[in-house]
C-alpha cells in the first residue's frame, strides 16, 4: 500500500516532520499489509506552489507530488499553527491539487504548535479543509504543542491515530486518468 | 495538415512603451493579421469570443465576414464560439450565414471559455457549463440537419415547428471541433459526435495535453468513428521568432515579464521549458511544434498564437513573415513524413460534401436495389 506524508514545516530540523515520521512509521507498523512511505515536504515546493497559483499549471516537482497525492492509499497531513490555522504554503498545496484528488481517499489530520491552547485548529480548520474536499478524515487527530514532546500521552494519541488510518487504506479510493462519463448518460440527465 | 493563427482579441498596454491601442486600432489589427495569415500561405484564422475588457471581439461574425470579403482561401474559424451562453439558434443561423458569404470557408471552435460574470450577464450560470455545453451543441446539431425542429430543453425556451435559416450551405453543417484544456466531459463530446478535438495546450506541459488528447482518441475509437489515430486533433502554440535567438530572447523577455498571462510567474526560461512557447530561432520554433507529435501523435490543425502579451502590429507582422517564409513550409514537409495512410486531412466544406454526396449515391444504389427486389418479389 502507498502512503504520502505531506508535511508544511519549514525549519530543518522541523518538529512538523518529526511528529510526520513519527506518524508514518507507526501507521507501517499497525498496518495488515507492507506500506511505502514517501514524504512530500511543501517547503520544497514552496515557489512552484505560487507559479501554479498564477500560472495554472504545476511545475515538474509539485506535479510529481500531486501525482503521488493522487495516487496514495492513505494520507498524513500535518502543518505548523500559523494564526490560529493551517500555514498558507500547506493551504495553497491543497489548493492547486485537483480538486478530486482526494475523494473516497483516508486522512490522518496532524499539527505543531508553540502552545496546547491551538490544539482545536484540528478540529475547525483541518477537518472542515478535509471534509470539503471529500477526503475521509480518521478521528482521532494528533496536535502536539511543545510541551508534548516531554509528557506522556502523545505516543497513545499517535498509535490510535495511526491505527484508524491503516484501517481505512486497503478501502481508499484511487484515481488513475481522467474518469468517463458516457455522453450518453450526460445528455439524458439533461431531458 | 492546416497551420493558422488563432487571437484572443486582448488590449494589452506595450510594456517596452506603455502604449495601450485603442480598441479600433486592435480590432482593425487582428483583421491586418487575418489578412496577412492569407497571404503568407496559412490555412486557417480563428477569433476569440470575449464580452469583457480587456477583449475586443465580442462578434465573431462580423469580424469573419469582413475577413470572408478581403481573402480567398482562408478558412475562418473561431477560438473559441461560447457555447454555454450564445443562444443555440443564434449560432445555427450567424454561422449558416457566414458559411454562405465565405464560400464554405467556415468552420467553429466551440468552449466554455468565459469568466463567471458573464454567465449571469446572458441569463446562465457558470455552474451549468458542462450541461449548457450538452444541451445547447445538441440543439446546434439538429437545427443545422433538420429543416424543421420541434424541441424542448432546460435552458431554452422550447421550439415548435422552426426552420433555422439560411439552411447550411449545400446542406452541409461547419465542421465544428471541441476546445478543452481540462475537462474529460468536453473531450468525450467530441469524441461521441465523431467532432474535433483542439486541446489549447499553451499554458500545459506537455504530459497533460497527451493525457487528454490520448482519451479523447479512445473515447472515438469507442463511439466506432475509426480508429484512435484517426481522431480529428489540433493544438496551440505560441512563439516568437528572430533569426538569432539571442535577440528574440532580448525582444520578447519585457513583454513575457509583464504580459498579464505570463508575467509576474515563473521565468521565461521555465516557461518555455514546460510549456509550448518557443522564444528563439526559426529552427528552434520548427523543432519544439515538430516534438508536438510525439505526445499528440499525427494530427490535423496546427493553431498558433502570435498576437500576443501586447506585441505591437508591425512586429507581429514580421513574426508573420517569418512563420510563413521559414516555419510552416518545413513544418508542412517535416509533418508530412512517415505520417500513416489512414490518417486523415482536417474535415472542409469540400471533403464534407464530397463525403455527403458520396453517402447520398450509396443510399440511392441502396434503394434502387431494393425497389429492384420489390419488383423481382
Known sequence: MRLVVVSAGLSVPSSTRLLADRLAAAVQRQASAPVDVEVVEVRDLAVEIAHNLTNGFPGKKLAAAQDAVAGADGLIVVTPVFSASYSGLFKSFFDVLDKEALVGKPVLIAATGGTGRHSLVLEHALRPLFAYLRAVVVPTGVYAASEDWGAEGLAERIERAAQELAALMPLAVRREGPAVVPFADQLAALQ | ?377
Open chain 2, 1 to 377: 495538415m492546416q497551420f493558422g493563427i488563432f487571437t484572443v482579441g486582448d488590449v494589452t498596454p506595450d510594456p517596452t512603451t506603455g502604449r495601450t491601442p485603442t480598441e479600433g486600432e486592435r480590432i482593425k489589427a487582428m483583421v491586418a493579421i487575418a489578412q496577412k495569415a492569407e497571404e503568407i500561405g496559412l490555412d486557417v484564422f480563428a477569433t476569440g469570443e470575449h464580452h469583457n475588457p480587456p477583449f475586443v471581439p465580442s462578434s465573431p461574425t462580423t469580424m469573419l465576414g469582413y475577413v470572408a470579403a478581403r481573402t480567398e482561401s482562408l478558412i475562418l474559424s473561431t477560438s473559441t464560439t461560447l457555447i454555454t451562453t450564445n443562444d443555440p439558434v443564434k449560432i445555427a443561423e450567424d454561422y449558416a450565414m457566414l458559411q454562405h458569404l465565405a464560400d464554405g470557408r467556415v468552420d467553429l471552435m466551440m468552449g466554455r471559455g468565459n469568466t463567471g460574470p458573464v454567465y449571469p450577464w446572458f441569463g446562465q450560470d457558470i455552474r451549468e457549463g458542462i450541461n449548457l455545453a450538452i444541451e445547447n451543441y445538441a440543439l446546434l446539431r439538429r437545427l443545422w440537419r433538420e429543416d424543421v425542429v420541434d424541441w424542448e430543453g432546460k435552458f431554452r425556451t422550447p421550439l415548435q415547428g422552426f426552420t433555422s435559416t439560411p439552411r447550411p450551405l449545400d446542406g452541409v453543417p461547419p465542421f465544428v471541433w471541441h476546445g478543452s484544456i481540462r475537462s474529460p466531459e468536453i473531450a468525450e463530446q467530441a469524441a461521441y459526435y465523431g467532432d474535433g478535438f483542439f486541446h489549447n495546450n499553451i499554458f500545459w506541459p506537455a504530459d497533460h495535453t497527451k493525457r487528454m488528447v490520448e482519451f479523447y482518441r479512445k473515447r472515438y475509437a469507442h463511439y466506432g468513428h475509426g480508429t484512435p489515430e484517426q481522431a480529428i486533433v489540433g493544438l496551440g502554440g505560441q512563439v516568437f521568432m528572430r533569426k538569432n535567438s539571442q535577440d528574440a530572447v532580448r525582444e520578447f523577455r519585457p513583454y513575457f515579464d509583464n504580459a498579464p498571462v505570463y508575467g509576474h510567474g515563473p521565468s521565461l526560461e521555465d516557461f518555455t521549458e514546460q510549456t509550448p512557447l518557443t522564444v528563439g530561432s526559426p529552427q528552434q520554433v520548427i523543432e519544439k511544434t515538430l516534438s508536438f507529435r510525439e505526445y499528440a501523435g499525427d494530427y490535423q490543425r496546427q493553431l498558433f498564437l502570435m498576437d500576443h502579451a501586447g506585441l505591437p502590429l508591425k512586429t507581429v507582422l514580421e513574426q508573420l513573415d517569418l512563420l510563413g517564409e521559414e516555419v510552416v513550409p518545413v513544418l508542412r514537409e517535416e509533418f508530412a513524413k512517415g505520417r500513416p495512410a489512414g490518417v486523415p486531412e482536417a474535415p472542409t466544406h469540400q471533403s464534407l460534401l464530397t463525403a455527403a454526396r458520396k453517402a447520398g449515391e450509396k443510399k440511392a444504389e441502396g434503394k434502387k436495389a431494393e425497389d429492384k427486389k420489390e419488383a423481382v418479389a
